[in-house]
């Protein structure tokens, strides 16, 4: 079956700016969580998804927003981007997002000039 | 506050040797323990999980709940084991929290 798909692969963006980002989890997932990875941070966990609600949520600022539509895709979004939010977002699936694998997306690769 | 750490940023080991990534976690709860492996320009993958116990790819970890640590393991590596890898501990009803990453660098 299809792995989770994260588009675009490569986005530049200049501060201020906003974006979204698109993650499409495993068939049958309906838990989606996103992260950033940085060489400072590493993996920092920002929000998760599961079933269209907001479950669970990191500590990042409100810039930093998401969603889940009806067929488990979700999307993320950034305002008004800073230079320090260029970073690898990753997306993961899960079937339920409680103590299970967890399938991660190739990432989007952020960076902001 | 749940928290993993792994100590050794970079590990390098020459072919044949044992190899131990360390892991260290804090929390309060039984714990759900996990690694993950990023190979190069792949993307991030489980390699085990602790209550399988099973050896994938001749890795084994072992939960030790008086330490608090689930050290990884293999007696042999290989030159295709270098990779990141990354521990993981999910507290009770929450997402996973990983730790910094070990770069291991297996030398020919």
């Known amino acids: 079956k299809a792995g989770v798909t994260q588009t675009p692969r490569y986005l530049i963006k200049t501060r201020g700016q906003q974006v979204t980002l698109s993650c499409s989890p495993i068939?049958?997932?309906?838990?989606v969580s996103w992260y950033q990875q940085t060489p400072g941070q590493g993996l920092q966990f920002l929000f998760e998804?599961?079933?269209?609600?907001?479950?669970n949520k990191g500590n990042f600022p409100g810039r930093f927003s998401g969603r889940q539509f009806s067929n488990s895709r979700s999307e993320m979004n950034v305002s008004t981007l800073e230079l320090g939010d260029s970073a690898l977002y990753l997306c993961?699936?899960?079937?339920?997002?409680?103590?299970?694998?967890?399938?991660f997306g190739q990432g989007t690769r952020l960076t902001v000039v | 506050a749940q928290r993993v750490t792994q100590p050794e940023k970079l590990l390098s080991v020459f072919k044949g040797a044992p190899v131990e990534l360390k892991c260290n976690y804090s929390?309060?709860?039984?714990?759900?323990l996990f690694w993950y492996v990023q190979y190069s320009r792949q993307r991030l993958q489980l390699l085990l999980r602790?209550?399988s116990r099973e050896s994938i790819k001749g890795f084994t970890a072992d939960l030790n709940k008086g330490e608090t640590s689930f050290h990884l393991k293999k007696p042999f590596a290989q030159e295709e084991d270098s990779a990141m890898y990354y521990c993981?501990?999910?507290?009770?009803?929450?997402?996973?929290?990983f730790g910094p990453g070990t770069r291991l660098s297996v030398l020919p």
């Open positions: 602790h209550i």
């Open positions: 993961a699936s899960s079937l339920d997002g409680k103590n299970t694998e967890a399938f």
């Open positions: 998804y599961f079933s269209e609600t907001q479950r």
């Open positions: 929390y309060s709860g039984s714990p759900e």
């Open positions: 993981a501990l999910v507290p009770y009803g929450q997402n996973f929290v």
């Open positions: 068939s049958g997932h309906r838990s």
